[in-house]
């Protein structure tokens, strides 16, 4: 059984800091594009950041300079450093990883409110 299983979300006011980590049971890592999603109710998920198995990196408009995606292929994680947290950032994230085959986590809440 393949699982990812995110962790570190909850509440936090804006300007604040959180950072999400997931780790992988996949026996091949470091192949997988993994990736970290986000969705609102009512809508369609959207992808937060994206890091490939090269360590290149994107980021959705909306939090580049604020995300800061990374991985560690020694522990089977990966991470989302998230700062200068907003109210629309709220969202239960995903943690995706894909190479031909894909997996989602169950996903972790994260609220920006005061």
């Known amino acids: 059984q393949v699982q990812l299983v995110e962790s570190g979300g909850g509440t936090v006011q804006p300007g604040g800091s959180l950072r999400l980590s997931c780790t992988a049971s996949?026996?091949?890592?470091?192949?997988?594009?993994m990736s970290w999603y986000r969705q609102t109710p009512g809508n369609q998920r959207e992808l937060v950041a994206r890091i490939d198995g090269a360590d290149t990196t994107v980021y959705a408009d909306g939090v580049k300079g604020r995300f800061t995606i990374a991985r560690d292929n020694a522990k089977n994680t990966v991470s989302l450093q998230m700062n200068s947290l907003k109210p629309e950032d709220t969202a239960v994230y995903y943690c995706?990883?894909?190479?031909?085959?894909?997996?989602w986590g169950q996903g972790t809440q994260v609220t920006v409110a005061s």
């Open positions: 996949l026996s091949r890592f470091r192949v997988y594009v």
């Open positions: 995706n990883a894909n190479y031909f085959v894909e997996y």
